[in-house]
């Protein structure tokens, strides 16, 4: 199955986000977001949008539509602002925390920015951003240059495509190489729980037989018979079904 991502350009409708001498983050981020999400889709992930036009959406619908959708990951596209105009320029990410595949994913992000000539000003953890601790994937917002500083701009308008590129390959070079474990949202559909090793055996074998991918872990003097692992609950809930029909008694446990 391929790896399916939410990309969010971030404000949009009536919010126009930061806007610098008529120039709206709004405009900015839909443009740059759909050019990372065609790079993305040539690379065989399954892309989707938070919004394709120029249409509001509150932080928390953009969350559910997140959730609901079931993807992967989530990656939030703005640009930043400063109070003074052309003082900090430079590109930074933020994430709910800095641990796990979405800090290197920024930080992934943030380096192939580096190498279009952005300054780097690192990965910030930002606990309370709603698209950050409400989405229930990894999640990512990428701060890609200041709006009120000029050299920035510059950089974004001579350079969007390799800025574009740089997104994608960030993301792309996390998902191929990841350093880390994947964040701890893992699920099993438990099929079995034994006092006696020997029906626990008996059923592995069963399923092991018909290509389920089962194991048995062993806790609190109980057998547990179980398929997986499977690292978003969608995948697990299909699976569930699947051998419900096939006869088997089954919760899904994490
Ligand atoms: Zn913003």
């Known amino acids: 199955m391929p790896i399916s991502i939410m990309l969010d350009a971030g404000h949009g409708g009536r919010d126009p986000g930061a806007v610098y001498n008529g120039r709206q983050e709004k405009d900015d981020t839909l443009r740059l977001t759909l050019a990372v999400g065609e790079i993305l889709q040539n690379h065989g992930l399954d892309v989707e949008y938070t919004r394709t036009t120029d249409i509001y959406q509150s932080p928390y619908e953009k969350a559910m539509e997140a959730?609901?959708?079931g993807v992967d990951y989530f990656v939030s596209i703005h640009r930043n602002s400063f109070p003074t105009d052309?003082?900090?320029s430079g590109v930074q990410s933020l994430v709910y925390n800095l641990s796990g595949i979405k800090l290197e994913m920024a930080e992934n992000i943030n380096d192939q920015l580096e190498a279009v000539g952005f300054v780097n000003l690192g990965v910030e953890a930002r606990p309370?951003?709603?698209v950050l601790n409400r989405t229930k994937m990894p999640a990512v917002l990428v701060e890609a240059g200041f709006i009120n500083s000029n050299t920035d701009n510059a950089l974004f308008d001579e350079n969007f495509d390799d800025i574009a590129q740089a997104i994608a390959s960030g993301i792309l070079d996390t998902l191929n190489h990841p350093d880390s474990v994947p964040d701890p949202s893992v699920y099993y559909v438990?099929?079995?729980s034994f006092r006696n090793p020997a029906y626990a055996n008996r059923l592995l074998n069963e399923l092991l037989e018909q290509d389920y991918t089962a194991s048995i872990v062993e806790g609190d003097g109980f057998f547990r018979?179980?398929?997986g692992s499977f690292e978003n609950l969608e995948d697990a809930a299909e699976m569930e079904q699947d051998l419900k029909r096939a006869g088997y008694p089954t919760i899904i446990v994490s």
């Open 128 to 130: 309370n951003l709603i």
């Open 86 to 88: 052309n003082v900090v």
């Open 190 to 192: 438990q099929v079995g």
């Open 225 to 227: 018979v179980r398929v």
């Open 67 to 69: 959730n609901n959708a």
